[in-house]
């Protein structure tokens, strides 16, 4: 809708924009929003319930503000993932890894804002809502980066806030944590911060950009228990940043933002990582089957790092590919890239099912 009403008051720069809207309708295999498939085990489901039955006979009172005992369980987390020691002033915790992006932009964005497309939807978003001028820099033609060009674009622009995702969503591939320090060097020379979106860490090969918090002030690092953690529903984003970054996010957080009831169900799914991780490693092995056997289709594959596949190749537009898998009970994502498609890994069953899809789409279409 963008022919608003004259009575209503709407800042002019919202007035172009679209709300964000993954498609959500019923469908036998959901791959189009990089959820993970494996819910919460019966026993990881009755932990979540006993505490937040705990913390429900103190609902009259405000959550600690602060999110102290989480703030702790995230940094012992990461630590243990990428041996940097990390302490609670490292660490934010907000509803969603988007949350942590608009606080990001509400603090810091201070003149523009820089990303290299095609990457996540929601940074240029985020950015407009938050009234930041947003800059789109460039990639190769094969999606990756091009570390010349992007450092080129760097010291052009002189942004506020330069935004890499690794691995990329919608692409999937990894940037290399050299390239990451050459970004933090660039950004370091202009003043600006580099936010490293890490949603999908847990699904990569590559070092973490935590490694280089230490060295590089002005690195931040935006995690999300949505994905590895098969944690969407329970809206838990979290950051990774020098103290300093800490301490002057909290100027834009609103009081309280975290529930006594996330802050509790998230704490008992940081008890449970073991068991949560043993299903990335099962993810990471499905992944790469679903690659092979896309492949063998005779389609090509973008090498991922993540919990999902762009993949092209197919003579149908991406629309219409896309419709035509919908219509045999399959969601994946069209991505608004021109002849590619994006599919979620999800258990081996919709797996199934979207492959003999796909066989059955692309045999119609020759
Ligand atoms: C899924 C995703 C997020 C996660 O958002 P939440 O608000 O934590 O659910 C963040 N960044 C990227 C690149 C994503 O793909």
Known sequence: MNNWPAWLPLREQLRPLTPYGAPQVPALARLNTNENPYGPSKTLAAAISKRVGEVSVNLNRYPDRDALKLRQGLADYLEKQSGVKLEIENIWAANGSNEILQSIFLAFGSSK?????????????????????????????????NLSKAIEQISTYKPAL?????????????????DIEELAKATANVNGLLVVDEAYAEFSSQKSAISLIEKFPNVLVSRTMSKAFAFAGARLGYLAANKIVIDAIQLVRLPYHLSALTQAAA?????FQDELLAEVAKLIKDRDKVAKNLEELGLKVIPSDANFILFSGFKESSHDLWQE????????????????LRVTIGNEAENQIFLKAVQKALKGAL
Do not use: C, Q
Not at 124 to 134: D, H, Y
């Open 113 to 145: 804002a820089l990303g290299f497309v095609p990457s996540y939807s929601m940074h240029p978003l985020i950015g407009k809502v938050a009234n930041v001028e947003w800059v789109e820099g460039a990639r190769n033609s094969d999606f990756t980066l």
């Open 162 to 178: 330069t935004f890499i995702t690794s691995p990329n969503n919608p692409t999937g591939s990894a940037v290399t944590i050299s």
């Open 267 to 271: 704490e008992v799914a940081l008890d």
């Open 325 to 340: 898998l919908l219509a045999d009970g399959v969601l994946i994502r069209d991505v608004g890239l021109p002849g590619y």
